[in-house]
T-cell receptor, first 113, second 113 residues
Framework: DTGVSQNPRHKITKRGQNVTFRCDPISEHNRLYWYRQTLGQGPEFLTYFQNEAQLEKSRLLSDRFSAERPKGSFSTLEIQRTEQGDSAMYLC???????????FGQGTRLTVV | GDSVTQMEGPVTLSEEAFLTINCTYTATGYPSLFWYVQYPGEGLQLLLKATKADDKGSNKGFEATYRKETTSFHLEKGSVQVSDSAVYFCALSAYSSASKIIFGSGTRLSIRP
C-alpha cells in the first residue's frame, strides 16, 4: 500500500461546472476525512466517514457539496455549480481509530475560472 | 469555538540554529495537541502530539510541551537542518468532536545551509 491516493492532482474548471474528486485511503483504515485548504491557511474539516457511514459534516459543506463512500473503501467528493470561492486544495485522509494518526494524501488542487 | 493561533512565517534560519515556533490555543475541555509537518511535494504528516497537560511530545529532535496554564504548545528544536525546511501546522483535537482536527494557519520554515 502506497498511502492515501487522490485523483486528479489538479483540476481547472469553469464556474458553474460540476467536479468530482476521488480518494483511495489506506486499505485497512475504516475512517476517512475530507479537508479543504486555501492558500496561507491550515486545513479545514469538511466531513468524516466511518466505513460507509458519513458521521459528521461541517457547516462549510454547503448543499452544493456531496461526499460518498459507497462500500467503505474509496470516497468521492462532488462539487456542483462550482464558484470561484471553491478554489482550494482538497485533502483526503484516512486512519484507524485516532484521527490524529491520519495519513493525508497529497490533495487535489481545484481552480475555478 | 475552538481555535489555534500560531506564529506567522516565513521563518528563515541558518543550519544548526535554535528553532521556536509559537502556538497558542483556545478550546473547551481538554483537547489533545499536535504538530504536523508538510514537506515540499508531500502530504501532511503528524510530527508529534501530547494528550494532557504537562505532556511533552517529541520526534526527530523536535519537542513541544502541553502548557495548560498558558494554553500553549510551542515547537522547539535545538539544532535545525536544511532537511527541516517545511510548513509546520499546530493543531488540536476538538473536545466537541473527536473526529476532526482543527489546524492553525501554518508556519513556513526555511533553513539556509
Amino acid at each position: 500500500d502506497t498511502g492515501v491516493s487522490q485523483n486528479p492532482r489538479h483540476k481547472i474548471t469553469k464556474r458553474g461546472q460540476n467536479v468530482t474528486f476521488r480518494c483511495d485511503p489506506i486499505s485497512e483504515h475504516n475512517r476517512l476525512y475530507w479537508y479543504r485548504q486555501t492558500l496561507g491557511q491550515g486545513p479545514e474539516f469538511l466531513t468524516y466517514f466511518q466505513n460507509e457511514a458519513q458521521l459528521e459534516k461541517s457547516r462549510l459543506l454547503s448543499d452544493r457539496f456531496s461526499a460518498e463512500r459507497p462500500k467503505g473503501s474509496f470516497s468521492t467528493l462532488e462539487i456542483q455549480r462550482t464558484e470561484q470561492g471553491d478554489s482550494a486544495m482538497y485533502l483526503c485522509a484516512s486512519s484507524l481509530d485516532d484521527p490524529a494518526e491520519a495519513f493525508f494524501g497529497q490533495g487535489t488542487r481545484l481552480t475555478v475560472v | 469555538g475552538d481555535s489555534v493561533t500560531q506564529m506567522e512565517g516565513p521563518v528563515t534560519l541558518s543550519e544548526e540554529a535554535f528553532l521556536t515556533i509559537n502556538c497558542t490555543y483556545t478550546a473547551t475541555g481538554y483537547p489533545s495537541l499536535f504538530w504536523y509537518v508538510q514537506y515540499p511535494g508531500e502530504g501532511l504528516q503528524l510530527l508529534l502530539k501530547a494528550t494532557k497537560a504537562d505532556d511533552k511530545g517529541s520526534n526527530k529532535g523536535f519537542e513541544a510541551t502541553y502548557r495548560k496554564e498558558t494554553t500553549s504548545f510551542h515547537l522547539e528544536k535545538g539544532s535545525v537542518q536544511v532537511s527541516d525546511s517545511a510548513v509546520y501546522f499546530c493543531a488540536l483535537s476538538a473536545y466537541s468532536s473527536a473526529s476532526k482536527i482543527i489546524f492553525g494557519s501554518g508556519t513556513r520554515l526555511s533553513i539556509r545551509p
